[in-house]
């Protein structure tokens, strides 16, 4: 397939609304303030669609995005690619791998099928996933996360602080987690597991069928709202539990129940 190289300067990376088939993002201790990029695609048309753009920040995203994007909502100076091509939709080829400066601060939105891999950068990550987007990151100081569709997201690491908003039936796993706060927000059919580790202070609302387990220990207090058929599940909590429970949902902690259902 053919492929792009580039080296773009900029002080963090914004991935917004590309279509693509695969993701990669590596550390490389080389790089300072930049970006190593490259792109393979079966189709010059995909390439031709992305805009990318370097100066305070990188930017890859789509002429579209630029306009309305969901994640950045701002222009960057130093356009380097940029165009697009009509025509009817195809079968999506196009792969990126982008290798960053460890500790470089990532915000990503993605779509579609696409598959993304975040190795350990250890630095901060937004991200906004939807549609069947299958993600595995090793690591984040700070995450947040927003997820929707059937989007499934797994976080080897998370420090300092965690962020998560899951919808429909989004699926993420934070599989160790060493955070000063946790916040929590899920609907619809979503789940969020969080732990094992420590957590400094919890704030959960679940509503619909949104499960939610927390299986590392709050030391601080734990703030939970649970409404519809929601599950909410927490390990210990050290600190004052404050639940507040509706319908059948149900909160438990250490595996006994907590809070009442409010009479309605």
Do not use: N, W
């Not at 792009?4 to 279509?19: E, I, M, N, Q, Y």
């Not at 356009?79 to 791998?97: D, H, N, P, Q, Y």
């Not at 939610?212 to 207090?221: E, I, L, Q």
């Amino acid at each position: 397939m053919p492929q792009t190289d580039a080296r773009l300067t900029g002080r963090s990376l914004v991935v917004d609304g590309v279509p693509c088939r695969r993701l990669e993002i590596e550390p490389d201790p080389s790089l300072r303030d930049a970006v190593a990029f490259s792109a393979r695609y079966a189709d010059p048309a995909e390439f031709e669609a992305l805009r990318i753009e370097q100066g305070r920040d990188v930017l890859v995203t789509t002429r579209a995005q630029v306009s309305a994007s969901s994640l950045v909502g701002r222009l960057f100076p130093g356009g380097l690619f940029g165009g697009a091509r009509g025509g009817k939709s195809r079968k999506v080829t196009l792969e990126l791998v982008l290798r960053v400066p460890p500790g470089f601060p990532l915000e990503i939105g993605v779509g579609g099928e696409a598959r993304v891999r975040i190795g350990p950068v250890s630095g901060p990550l937004t991200l906004d996933l939807s549609g069947s987007v299958g993600l595995d990151a090793s690591e984040a100081a700070p995450l947040i996360l927003g997820m929707s569709g059937q989007a499934e997201a797994r976080i080897g690491a998370v420090a300092l602080t965690g962020e998560v908003e899951a919808s429909g039936s989004a699926r993420a796993t934070l599989r160790q987690v060493a955070v000063e706060r946790l916040s929590v927000e899920g609907s619809g059919d979503a789940s969020v597991e969080a732990g094992p580790g420590t957590v400094g202070s919890l704030v959960v609302e679940a509503h619909g069928a949104c499960g939610v387990v927390v299986s590392g220990t709050v030391f601080g207090s734990a703030e939970v709202e649970a409404s519809g058929a929601a599950q909410v599940r927490l390990a210990q909590v050290s600190g004052r539990v404050a639940p507040e429970v509706s319908g059948a949902a149900r909160v438990t902690v250490a595996g006994k129940a907590v809070g009442r259902p409010a009479r309605g």
